[in-house]
């Protein structure tokens, strides 16, 4: 089941609420058409998010290439390959 939480107010006053799946699977946003872990917006955003049936991906650490793909807002791919137009990792 989707839950939305209080998670913090930011400096300014805004207050963040987190929206996850309390059966750890990602969520889909319908908004944007993205799936995710779990999601941060502000109040009354206006994001709604369904469940998925695809469980979250627990890894110990990730490679410099998904978390800059991550930070980038083009998703985490648990097998870590490339989707769209990743950047490339020089490693």
Known sequence: MIKTEFYKTREDGVDLYRTFSD???????????????????????????????????????ISNTQALNIIMGRGFVPDGTETGDAVQEND
């Open 23 to 61: 059966q750890r699977m990602r969520i889909h946003c319908n908004e944007d058409g993205h799936d995710y872990d779990e999601a941060v917006n502000v109040q009354n955003s206006g994001f709604t998010f369904v469940e998925t049936d695809v469980p979250i991906a627990y890894e110990d650490e």
